[in-house]
């Protein structure tokens, strides 16, 4: 068994939950202020142009409230423990609706566009964002909800992208591969847990009638 201790770190996250317009970019907390404290990940970054917005859950605790250690103690499991450059999330939130912005960019490209770690090892052309928790029985909370309804509203205001359609998956002779899905459509997983997966077609609805409202539809239909 790995064991690993991140520790705790006193941030005021309140700053982060201000209302944003649909389609912009939410607040998130940056890597460099939660891995404060924490080996730097290693140098080495990856472009990609993204297709396919991916969800994952974390498979941890629904009760923890200390979202901060929570996220420092997944970056070190996944580069102490899985020997990976860095976080393997481009974001993750939290119950509460905090953003994390995960994998760090190192200046190659926008953080959204950055290849993680997250798919089946099929990751470019996708952005990987990690709900905190295990959703096999539970809910997301609303709070968590609606931070990603923001974040991915605004992904796919920015790629220009309809989140009812679907792209060949990894390269143009495989099968294709909705814009928005979970991770369990790429390999033989629980992840994002049967409560989210299930509210995958809600989740793309609310996320059109987004784009509709903040006037994206005619550039994504």
Partial sequence: LDFFYAPPLDLDITRTKQKKED???????????????????????????????????TAGSNSATDYTTIVRNIYLAHTEGNGWDDIGYNFLVAQDGTIF?????????????????HFCSKNGGTVGVALLGN??????????????????????????????????????LSDELGVVSGHRDGCATECPGDSVYQLISD???????????????????
């Avoid at 202020?33 to 969800?55: E, F, M, Y």
């Avoid at 989740?203 to 239909?221: H, M, V």
Wanted: hydrophobic share 30%.
């Fill in 23 to 57: 389609c912009e970019k939410p607040a998130t907390i940056s890597p460099t202020v939660w891995r404060q404290g924490l080996p730097d990940p290693k140098s080495g970054r990856n472009a990609t142009i993204v297709k396919h917005c991916i969800i994952h859950h």
């Fill in 101 to 117: 912005s995960g994998r760090d960019a190192q200046g190659v490209a926008d953080e959204d566009n950055i290849q993680g770690a």
């Fill in 135 to 172: 959703y096999n029985l539970t809910q997301p909370s609303s709070d968590m909800k609606t931070s990603l309804y923001d974040l991915l509203t605004w992904k796919l205001s920015k790629e220009m992208l309809n989140p009812f359609d679907e792209y060949a998956h990894p390269d143009a």
């Fill in 203 to 221: 989740i793309k609805a609310t996320l059109r009638q987004r784009l509709i409202d903040c006037g994206q539809l005619s550039s994504i239909a």
